[in-house]
């Protein structure tokens, strides 16, 4: 399994992005993927996951509301739609996916296959 990600960039406060995971490989139809970031100096964090076939969706506390995880099957890609961003969303972020659901979908320990990250700067 090979991980992808891409769009991150220079935004604004207030302003949007979506970044993109590729996804190849599989099949994934029980495999749980995720968003994670790391910010400078600090511990990688969760950001939203899902089941790729579908009907399971979780978000970190500090993105509820603002950001959404979605898939495209057919494309084998998944999005981390972000809005409302700010400057504490300033960050690395990563994709990530393991061969089956957790319970314990927050920690990055869980996650076998990883992407090589896409930076993210909000500007004030």
């Known amino acids: 399994v090979q991980l992808q990600a891409s769009g991150g960039g220079l935004v604004q406060a207030g302003g949007f992005l979506r970044l993109s995971c590729a996804v190849s490989?599989?099949?994934?139809?029980?495999?749980?993927l995720a968003w994670f970031r790391q910010a400078p100096g600090k511990e990688r964090e969760i950001v939203a996951a899902?089941?790729?076939?579908?009907?399971?969706?979780a978000y970190a506390d500090s993105v509820k509301g603002r950001f959404t995880i979605s898939r495209d099957n057919a494309k084998k890609t998944m999005y981390l739609q972000m809005n409302s961003l700010n400057p504490k969303d300033t960050s690395v972020y990563y994709c990530?996916?393991?061969?089956?659901?957790?319970?314990?979908?927050?920690?990055?320990?869980?996650?076998?296959?990883w992407g090589q990250g896409t930076l993210v700067t909000v500007s004030s």
């Open positions: 990530a996916a393991r061969g089956s659901c957790t319970t314990n979908w927050g920690s990055a320990s869980e996650y076998d296959y």
């Open positions: 490989g599989g099949p994934f139809s029980n495999y749980a």
């Open positions: 899902l089941r790729w076939s579908g009907g399971r969706y």
